[in-house]
């Protein structure tokens, strides 16, 4: 994106609030008015009070100088308000783009891009446009305007005089653009290094037991170090330009000054001019000094805001999750049947790149039909939890077809598709909340508590929670530290049972949980999935015996399948893992 297109669009985003902006521009030309105003008092002040001596000036001088200033402050105010108005409307429009916008991207788009570098372009990104956008305009128009005003008032007093001025206009013109580039060069590098100091607080503030447990302390500490002076010296160069062309521009303009008055002086130019005129070019090149300043200074603003919406503007282009499909169903029976599946992680870049990993999945085919329990074991690695994020297109798959109820996926909006499903994942998400709101999470909060009460018991969550301080109004702390491994799992295994979905994908839901509570909530399940659909996986075997159906998943292919009986007699991958956890758990239980 060139600097051109960014204003452009920056202006986009103006236009809803133009009455405003208008307004502030009008405040920001009276000012600039006031200024030129101000210059121009000098003659009738100097010739009138003091040359000729006027009585009728000498009284209406100081009324016009209060009413100068007046004036000014209320135009002052106007533009201050006004641009603040549009600037903050801006930036909230933005975020909120921004931030609907992160809940549609793809998966895949989180699993390259870190959520520190997410969130500091949410906060430090968006904090920077909203600076150009109210600071640096509000300088930019007001005193462009000045400017204008006061060249204005120079060639009314003497146009020989002001040409000589002009002469800098191209020296100037040519610091800023220069001085411009760098700037945004080195703003780009101040936010990546901003979002570097978000991800490695972020790193520590969740891993701080591993770092301490491996005495990472040291490393941690040197690690931020760098980032932290890398953060100071881009900083450091930001200022230094900034501070070498605002000594620069004032020397420019005082050249300009020294010029005007070595000719102003001269013997011919001393005929023509009285005090007063000579007085009123003065002020108004003094007073352009600086107008001049603040438009050299605050270019540094303007390209760090330049620079920081490239990155909004990025992260707003970025595609979002592909929800093409029109078809709706109301509640699917639950049939689903995975054709010629073949999937890798691998985007289209990767492979342009020549970093592609390949297949993660190939060729995999099975039909869970309505109500069936689908078992899915094997290695870990071997790519059972990829294959059940293909089912609600957290990922798409790279050839074939998954079908719902005999619909492609693709063609189900996507809404519609995730209604279907309730999942527990691997690694589970809970919000720094209740437990109640955990529970009856999102488009479930309008469940009764009575439905609540009967999915926490489902998953045997009921006990646990009715011994917390708060019972069900106990806020869990951040991810849910304040439960134990267990506890986590059955509140997740509670929300995936109330949301009372045709199908269930349980992916290690009760891993961490003892062997007695495991086939508690094996019970309880068991009856809840008689009628949907559920695909379970399960490192520990005896969890899955009573499936209807177990796949056995090896370096991304099925390669056996059947039930329980029919693989044991089989006698191959799925009977040899069998028994090395039977005879484990015999030497266990001795
Ligand atoms: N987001 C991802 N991006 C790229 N590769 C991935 C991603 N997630 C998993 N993989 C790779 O895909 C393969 C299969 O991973 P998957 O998580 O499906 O295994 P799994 O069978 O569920 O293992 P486990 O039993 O340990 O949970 C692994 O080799 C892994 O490295
Ligand atoms: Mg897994």
Known sequence: MTPGQIYKRLLGYAQKYWPAFLLAVLGMAIIAGTEAGF?????PMLDGSFVEKDPVIIKWIPFALLLIVLVRGIAGFVSSYGMAYVGRNIIRDMRRQMFSQLMHLPTAYYDKNSSARLTSKLIYDVGMVAQAATGAVTIIIRDTFTIFGLMFMMFYTSWK????????????TLLVVSVSKRFRRISQRIQASMGDVTQISQEITEGHRVIKMFGGIEVEEKHFSRINEDNRRQNMKLETTRAVSVQISQLLGACGLAVILYFATSEEMLKNLTVGTFMQFLTASMLLLAPM????MVQATVQ??????????ELLDEDEERNTGTKEIKRAKGKVEFRNVVFSYDSDEDREKGQAKGEVLSNINFIAEAGETIALVGRSGSGKSTLASLLPRFYDVTEGEILLDGVPVQELTMENLREQIALVSQDITLFNDTITKNIAYGALAEMSEEDILRAAEAAHALEFIRELPDGFDTVIGDKGVLLSGGQRQRIAIARALLKNAPLLILDEATSALDTESERNIQEALGGLMKNRTTLVIAHRLSTVEDADKILVLHDGCIVESGTHQELLTVNGKYAALYKVQFSDDLEQSE
């Not at 005089?161 to 100037?172: H, W």
């Open 39 to 43: 210059a121009w008092l000098m003659k």
């Open 161 to 172: 005089l002001a040409l000589v001025f002009m002469i800098l206009a191209p020296v100037i």
């Open 293 to 296: 300043k603040r438009l050299t």
């Open 304 to 313: 760090q805001g330049i620079a920081a919406a490239q990155s909004v503007f």
